[in-house]
T-cell receptor, first 112, second 114 residues
Framework: ETGVTQSPTHLIKTRGQQVTLRCSSQ?????VSWYQQALGQGPQFIFQ???????GRGNFPPRFSGLQFPNYSSELNVNALELDDSALYLC???????????FGSGTQLSVL | QQQVKQSPQSLIVQKGGISIINCAYENTAFDYFPWYQQFPGKGPALLIA?????SEKKEGRFTISFNKSAKQFSLHIMDSQPGDSATYFCAARYSGAGSYQLTFGKGTKLSVIP
């Protein structure tokens, strides 16, 4: 088990709603990355946070946004939910530039 | 450019056999190549990783072979066990534009039968 915890574990939302997912990083880690894993696919990079700033983004629209807090925990916010947003959302923590990413167990989001 | 292609999609191996999963990439800027293991309901867990200046790395029953010129790398699982049954992902790290991001393959579902 990694020290990365995510909440909630499961979530059901309706199209058009907004959602906030939370992540507590492993002790000593100052960098948080978020990934989206669709069913039967590999995780896809959403963005990365370091020193409370977004410093890298994958191919995701602006309605995907995030925050990192001084204790290095993080939130992922998704506005105007679409059916295709249904996926497992994974948070990973690391030290800055560190090669080893430690993933949480994810939040399973279902958009109806 | 950012794609990592993984094969096979699924693999069935007898207990004690060798499991081999292959990946190929295009972007020569990738600087780190990890393999992750994922069980149902869990996040991916780092299994083993290699840097592009090394041709092979072995940790216990797991070996990565890396061919820089062919832009290919593979995972070998020796003496496969039923407990190895999981989905395996290869990945490649891009370090640029101020961030570190992994590009994953689509995964290989390994089933080890007794």
């Amino acid at each position: 088990e990694t020290g990365v915890t995510q909440s909630p574990t499961h979530l059901i939302k309706t199209r058009g709603q907004q959602v906030t997912l939370r992540c507590s990083s492993q002790s000593g880690h100052n960098t948080v990355s978020w990934y989206q894993q669709a069913l039967g696919q590999g995780p896809q990079f959403i963005f990365q946070y370091y020193r409370e700033e977004e410093n890298g983004r994958g191919n995701f629209p602006p309605r995907f946004s995030g925050l990192q807090f001084p204790n290095y925990s993080s939130e992922l916010n998704v506005n105007a939910l679409e059916l295709d947003d249904s996926a497992l959302y994974l948070c990973a923590s690391s030290s800055w530039g560190g090669e080893k990413l430690f993933f949480g167990s994810g939040t399973q989001l279902s958009v109806l | 450019q950012q794609q990592v292609k993984q094969s096979p999609q699924s693999l069935i191996v007898q207990k004690g056999g060798i499991s081999i999963i292959n990946c190929a990439y295009e972007n020569t800027a990738f600087d780190y190549f990890p393999w992750y293991q994922q069980f149902p309901g869990k996040g991916p867990a780092l299994l083993i990783a290699i840097r592009p200046d090394v041709s092979e790395k072995k940790e216990g029953r797991f070996t990565i072979s890396f061919n820089k010129s062919a832009k290919q790398f593979s995972l070998h699982i020796m003496d496969s066990q039923p407990g190895d049954s999981a989905t395996y992902f290869c990945a490649a790290r891009y370090s640029g534009a101020g961030s570190y991001q992994l590009t994953f393959g689509k995964g290989t579902k390994l089933s080890v039968i007794p």
